[in-house]
């Protein structure tokens, strides 16, 4: 197992680093998936099922670890109904619907940027 020096310069910057709001907040939302995932949450409550048809590249793997570290950080809510087969919901949390104001003004943004580049 990997222990890290906490004397090392690089794991000071990442602590220093981890202090500016901007980055904690991608670090939460960041990366190729869960700007996908809450976007797609954002319009209301999804299946798993719908939520991999909504996002077709992703592999299942992906998605269901990029819905545990969403659920785990707050953001998501899973709900899984006793039945056979699994029946399970996603939705947003009270905080993952927080950010729906902020998707909306990255999209706003990216469609702008988007249009003067063609």
Known sequence: ????????????NELEINKCPVTFTLKLIGGRWKPLILWQLSTGTKRYNELKKALPKISEKML????KELESDNLVIRKAKPVVP?????????LGNSLTPIL???AKWGLNEMDKEN
Do not use: A, C
Not at 86 to 94: C, F, I, K, N
């Open 104 to 106: 909306k003004s990255m």
């Open 64 to 67: 269901i670890e990029k819905l």
């Open 86 to 94: 699994p029946y399970v919901d996603y939705q947003l949390s009270e």
């Open 1 to 12: 197992m990997n222990t890290r020096k906490t004397t090392s310069s690089n794991y000071e």
